[in-house]
């Protein structure tokens, strides 16, 4: 079994392989995603949206997922689980 590490090595390699075999198309613009939203705790004085804990239990294979993400990413783990939800929630509305 491979570790962690060496399996997010793995997908890098294959990921820039198939960017070198012209497999995706690459955009060099810039990229923006919720440009109001500033992930962790607001400095004192901003006024926000209360919050909430909301205890989740999750497989221990997705919380390593949701970890190497966040961890890829340089985000706290909360902030990448409220993304996930605003996107599907916004994708799937109720009907």
Do not use: C, F, N
């Amino acid at each position: 079994m491979m570790s962690a590490a060496s399996e997010r090595e793995a997908r890098y390699e294959r990921l820039a392989d198939a960017v070198e075999a012209g497999e995706y198309e690459i955009d060099a613009g810039a990229v923006e995603i919720r440009p109001g939203y500033r992930p962790g705790r607001p400095r004192t004085g901003d006024v926000a949206e209360e919050t909430r804990p909301l205890a989740v239990r999750l497989t221990e294979s997705d919380r390593r997922r949701l970890a190497d993400y966040a961890e890829r990413t340089g985000q706290p783990m909360s902030a990448v689980i409220r993304s996930a939800i605003d996107e599907y929630l916004g994708r799937h509305p109720a009907a």
